[in-house]
């Protein structure tokens, strides 16, 4: 079995992604590391060679910066910039990170192990992973349906597989049509540290994004967020990302006279849904099609 793992970034530094602890988190399970880099402002280039790792490979591109955010073209670039990195994988399983991703060391045997069980299972089309996303600091998780819970991140290097803007797999089914890829659940977890990134580095980011993305740039202040949606982190973080963490003590606070968006009310709604009856309501680019395997993880969140 051959994996290999794939990303993409530009101006990482810049936007303080922790891009090099993301590509040495998986390092150890992977036979090749594809990096798509894009015409950057900073050291990012630079920092990856410095990892000094013969399997990772980069790959300077373009960026498209005359595609302008309507309907029709908004996030593409992006969707490029990804498949671009996919379609330089060569092994049986590709596995995708984004520069602000961690992978658990205590979770790669899991993955692997997950990888080799579903390598002759052609109903297995990706392999999915619970998330952890850290708001405002590394003790603080935020829970709810607005942050997605579970994504898939390794896909099956052997079908047609396309990433529209981005954001999730398509399985084509033909030049005009694709669907979500059938999946299995790896059992491990993917630690996500955008959102502990200093405000400054992720309004940088947002500039950069309204050209591609969106035509609004919106001020980042992190204590404007429902403070019900923010959990205490129990666990132990990655230790490729340990010496990159802010220092922090305790829950991170949300403005007391926040008022709540619409958007933050239709979510107090949902997690009232989902209390009472159990369900997931965040959203999910994937059909499982493989019983989930039982956690044998410690509790995470509180």
């Known amino acids: 079995m051959k994996v290999s793992g794939f990303t993409f970034v530009r101006n990482g530094e810049r936007y303080g992604y922790p891009f ?20 950057s402002e900073d050291r990012t280039e630079e920092r990856i060679r410095a990892i000094g790792d013969p399997r990772i490979r980069i790959i300077p ?22 498949s671009t990195a996919l379609f330089s994988c060569t092994g049986d399983w ?5 520069g602000d991703e961690i992978v658990h060391e205590r979770d790669l045997p899991l993955i692997r192990g997950a990888m080799e069980r579903y390598l002759h299972d052609e109903a297995v089309e990706c392999l999915v992973f619970d998330y952890l996303h850290f708001y405002g600091n590394g003790n603080t998780v935020a829970w709810s349906p607005r942050w997605y819970r579970t994504a898939p ?39 996500h540290y955008g959102w502990v990134r200093p405000e400054t580095q992720v309004h940088l980011k947002n500039v950069s994004i309204a050209r591609h993305w969106r035509g609004n740039v919106v001020a980042v202040d ?20 340990r010496d990159w963490l802010p220092r922090a003590d305790g829950l991170f606070r949300a403005r007391p006279d ?20 159990g369900w997931d309501l965040s959203k999910r ?17 509180g």
Request: hydrophobic share 40%; no cysteine.
């Open 20 to 39: 090099v602890e993301s590509i040495r988190s998986v390092l150890p399970i992977v036979d090749e590391f594809i990096v798509v880099v894009g015409p």
């Open 61 to 82: 591109t373009q960026w498209n910066d005359g595609l302008r955010p309507n309907a029709a073209v908004k996030g593409f670039v992006y969707g490029q910039q990804k």
């Open 94 to 98: 590709a596995f995708y990170l984004e």
């Open 153 to 191: 991140r390794i896909i099956r290097n052997t079908i047609p597989v396309w990433a529209p803007k981005g954001l999730f797999f398509l399985v084509m089914v033909n030049h005009k049509r694709g669907r979500y890829p059938r999946a299995a659940h790896t059992g491990a977890t993917i630690y």
């Open 222 to 241: 992190y204590a404007e967020v429902d403070a019900r949606t923010l959990r205490p982190f129990l666990g132990e973080h990655p230790a490729a990302i």
């Open 258 to 277: 926040h008022r709540l968006t619409p958007r933050e009310r239709k979510h107090r709604w949902m997690m009232w849904l989902e209390r009472q009856f």
């Open 285 to 301: 680019h994937y059909r499982l099609v493989r019983p989930r395997p039982p956690s044998v993880a410690p509790t995470l969140i």
